[in-house]
């Protein structure tokens, strides 16, 4: 499976692999991007966020959008990644 050259939305992302980079290389570096994120998403969940939680959970207003801004910012460094 190769991917098409030609595409320029592939190649604004960052997507398409250039001549000297074959797929399976491309596909172990997103791998690779995407078991870092995953061990500072533990991390973080483990080290950071429980003593964040116990102030935030005093008001559940502040509790509601301290997740939204999680989800997005999970998002924002998922996309940023590739």
């Known amino acids: 499976m190769t991917f098409p050259e030609g595409d320029p939305s592939l190649r604004e992302c960052g997507c398409a692999p250039t001549s000297d980079q074959s797929l399976a290389l491309h596909a172990a570096i997103i791998a690779l991007k995407g078991v870092r ?35 997005v910012a999970l998002a924002a460094v998922g996309e940023a990644l590739g």
């Open 37 to 71: 994120f995953l061990v500072v998403v533990a991390v973080l969940a483990i080290r950071v966020l429980p003593g964040v939680t116990t102030h935030l959970a005093r008001t559940p207003e502040l509790l509601v959008l301290a997740g939204i801004a999680w989800a």
